[in-house]
């Protein structure tokens, strides 16, 4: 059984009283993950890390093992025979799936939420409901659990309108219809083709909120909320934010749409109150809370919420943490949030992300990948190793972040990196960083 000593790790190992060096398990394979190891590596109590699966970049920072992120029960197995003292459970699957829940079974704590907690991304329809029991801003919304009913009310719905499937559907779960027609695919595609598997067995569908997002990532342990860095995504494929949606291609951080007021309101109506809705509902939330955010006319609402760290916002967010991510992750454990200090720059950080040209549909992949030397801020996400070489073998393959003084050098910095990067059929979008570059200036 592994141990676990709250107050220190103090704990000697063998008889020369040296200090017990940690063994962490990161469950994940995706630059989000590569990220989170990058920063936990900065603690020199961690003697090992382990990514369960990881990936071809990711072994170059941590001993990869070829577990699926939802196979608990492998998961399981190999942190008890492995003395694992602490694990991150990252994406979202195996959050809903209740991996953190078997982990404290046997006695390892973790950095995440339980199944109960990770359903406020795990179905959008609870997130909603809750909202609205709740009285946390968000957009108006009606759910349906049969096409037929679904069809009928788009006939009438205003538009433009947004369609969700309910369930988890690695961020590509959002439709927003212009018209008519567009609305009747999507509900047909979600509900009768079964676009996203029983994730569209019921859906959401609500009015289309306007004004600029936000993306503000935040720890808690369930009584303390401390927001991290706020960051902008840039979800659509092409540039000018044409083009279908995507896990996610280039983020930069601060958002400057997140003001001072704002985050004030956003704390005071949203962050806070979620956090004691979840509470009240038996679902105490400890880990990573994720606000998707959308700043409007009558002020901040909630488009949706993750689970845990977003993808490729982690890419911008972490690297401006000056604080030690694993202390920040075992006090959210221990529930002493509150007397832990979370600091970050006040500098810029931009992340462009290199994909295979055809994602998110279809591409192709097992190109070579040619790296630069310097391999600093660069993550890893579709690639896997073979012979001593990266191949490709995702849609987006990996993220270029550079951080800088001011957001226009960050930007400048992170476009002369991914320069440096070859592989067939490598494509990135050009503007990321555009829109808020423009808003600095207004």
Request: hydrophobic share 35%; glycine share 10%.
């Amino acid at each position: 059984m592994a141990r676990y000593a709250p107050e220190g790790w103090e704990t000697p190992k063998n008889n020369d009283n040296q200090r017990y060096k940690l063994k962490l398990l990161v469950v994940g394979g995706g630059g989000r993950e590569h990220a989170i190891i990058k920063k936990l590596k900065e603690n020199k109590e961690i003697e090992k890390i382990y990514a369960l699966p990881g990936n071809g970049g990711i072994a170059q920072d941590a001993e990869c093992v070829d577990i699926k992120a939802t196979d608990i029960e492998g998961i399981v197995n190999f942190a008890v025979h492995n003395d694992i003292d602490y694990a991150v459970v990252a994406p979202d699957d195996p959050l809903v799936l209740g991996c953190v829940d078997a982990l404290n079974f046997v006695g390892i704590p973790c950095f995440g939420p339980t199944s109960a907690a990770a359903m406020i991304e795990g179905s959008k329809v609870f997130a909603k409901n809750l909202m609205k029991k709740y009285g946390i801003p968000t957009a108006e919304y009606e759910v349906f659990d049969n096409a037929a009913s679904a069809l009928e009310y788009v006939k009438t719905a205003p538009l433009p309108t947004v369609i969700k499937a309910d369930g988890l559907a690695l961020g590509k779960g959002v439709i927003i219809a212009g018209t008519r027609r567009e609305a009747e695919d999507a509900v047909k595609s979600i509900m009768e083709d079964k676009r996203f598997g029983k994730s569209g067995d019921k859906i959401v569908i609500e009015e289309f909120l306007q004004g600029p997002e936000v993306s503000v990532l935040s720890f808690t342990d369930g009584k303390t909320v401390v927001p991290m860095i706020s960051s902008m995504d840039h979800k659509r494929a092409h540039d000018n934010d044409e083009g279908l949606n995507t896990g996610g291609m280039g983020t930069v951080a601060p958002n400057p749409y997140y003001t001072e007021k704002v985050a004030a309101e956003c704390m005071e109506k949203i962050f806070l109150p979620t956090i004691n809705a979840m509470n009240a509902e038996g679902r105490t939330f400890k880990g990573c809370l994720y606000f998707g955010l959308m700043i409007t006319k009558d002020g901040p609402k909630v488009i949706e919420y993750n689970c845990r760290f977003g993808d490729p916002e982690t890419q911008v967010v972490l690297p401006l943490l000056e604080s030690d991510l694993f202390t920040i992750m075992k006090a959210t454990t221990d529930g002493k949030l509150a007397g832990t200090e979370v600091r970050f720059s006040d500098r810029h950080a931009c992340c462009v992300i290199a994909a295979s040209d055809g994602y998110p549909e279809h591409y192709e992949k097992g190109f070579e990948i040619t790296l630069p030397e310097d391999k600093s801020g660069i993550y890893v996400a579709g690639a896997k190793q073979k012979d001593g070489k990266l191949y490709t073998s995702g849609g987006r393959v990996l993220g270029v972040t550079r951080t800088a003084d001011t957001l226009k050098e960050a930007v400048e910095k992170a476009y002369g990196a991914i320069k440096e990067i070859k592989f067939g059929n490598m494509y990135y979008r050009h503007d990321i960083g555009k829109r808020a570059l423009a808003a600095k200036e207004n």
